[in-house]
Nanobody
């Protein structure tokens, strides 16, 4: 399973950015897709996650500003980031919880390459 993330970049505070992530390869089903981020000197933290049933989780720091969505048919997840703040500056990583071959498989976490998001004040 490969995850290819795109989007990101550099913006001013208050502006918006969008990220997308496409999963490919041998995939039976995806339980959830989501985004983590890691700022310099800090631990990787959950940003947002969306499950196959549409349920979502958000970090408290991004609630009301970020929106995670997915296109299940295309194994694609999106992260719309509005009202960006300098504190959102980090490398963002896409992740997916995947059953690779069948429903009997234990799900495995796969990660994409990070994409940099930089927010200037």
């Amino acid at each position: 399973v490969q995850l290819q993330a795109s989007g990101g970049g550099s913006v001013q505070a208050g502006e918006s950015l969008g990220l997308s992530c496409v999963a490919s390869g041998i995939i039976f089903s995806i339980n959830y897709m989501g985004w983590y981020r890691q700022a310099p000197g800090k631990q990787r933290e959950l940003v947002a996650r969306i499950y196959s049933d549409g349920n979502t989780n958000y970090a408290d720091s991004v609630k009301g500003r970020f929106t995670v969505s997915r296109d299940g048919a295309k194994y694609t997840a999106y992260l719309q980031m509005n009202s960006l703040e300098p504190e959102d500056t980090a490398v963002y990583y896409c992740t997916a919880d995947v059953k690779v071959y069948s429903s009997r498989d234990s799900p495995r976490a796969f990660w994409g390459q990070g994409t940099q998001v930089t927010v200037s004040s």
